[in-house]
């Protein structure tokens, strides 16, 4: 399995609602990635877990929460989110954390904020 | 913040042209990766360049980098229509993380 599966591919939540994001793969990748990406811009990092511990968090608002539950899986919890945070969500996984390595990107979560 | 300034930002050609789009970066790296993206999904690997190597290869794709100027190309060769997608750098400098640069958005007209 070479794959990143995200679930859903697309959301529309309104700002009370809770809603979370899934993201699994099974190639025994042990770094794990979340990107915002807006339209026509890159993608920008949120957070990175690496061996299912938090490593970096690009100072991003507590209204998004990161949870690994396990080294497949990747959880992003949403709760109060605002308009602007309408965004396509990307979530990726790589061999290691420091290394020359390539990621591996899922297809990633459509949201809307309403 | 962006790490990479890619230019052209659109590039246009006809099938079996070649397509030429560069990037530069401000900060020394460890390594630069050149992603695909079709349709605003998931981003695909194409290549990876370490900081000391010059060139590489993959099928109809060329790389090269140049630390010197802080600069690196990426060249496909005889594009096909479903070469058609944005094309974006990204650089490794702390050996963590990758910072995507702005991208290039590429149609390859039949």
């Known amino acids: 399995d070479t794959e990143v599966t995200q679930t859903p591919k697309h959301l529309v939540m309104g700002m009370t609602n809770k809603k979370s994001l899934k993201c699994e793969q099974h190639m025994g990748h042990r770094a794990m990635y979340w990107y915002k990406q807006k339209a026509k811009k890159p993608p920008e990092l949120m957070f990175v877990y690496s061996y299912e511990k938090l490593s970096i968090n690009e100072s991003v608002p507590s209204r998004f929460s990161p949870e690994c539950p396990n080294s497949s899986l990747l959880n992003l919890h949403l709760h109060a989110l605002q308009p602007e945070d309408s965004a396509l969500y990307l979530c990726a996984s790589s061999q290691a954390f420091s290394g020359p390595y390539g990621y591996t990107f899922g297809s990633g979560t459509r949201l809307t904020v309403v | 913040s962006q790490q990479g300034e890619e230019d052209p930002q659109a590039l246009s050609i006809q099938e079996g042209e070649n397509a030429t789009m560069n990037c530069s970066y401000k900060t020394s790296i460890n390594n630069l990766q050149w992603y695909r993206q079709n349709s605003g999904r998931g981003l695909v690997h194409l290549i990876l360049?370490?900081?000391?190597?010059r060139e590489k290869h993959s099928g109809r794709l060329r790389v090269t980098l140049d630390t010197s100027k802080k600069s690196s190309s990426l060249l496909i060769t005889a594009s096909r229509a479903a070469d058609t997608a944005s094309y974006f750098c990204a650089t490794d400098t702390t050996g963590n993380k990758l910072t995507f640069g702005g991208g290039t958005r590429v149609l390859v007209k039949p």
């Open positions: 360049i370490r900081s000391n190597e």
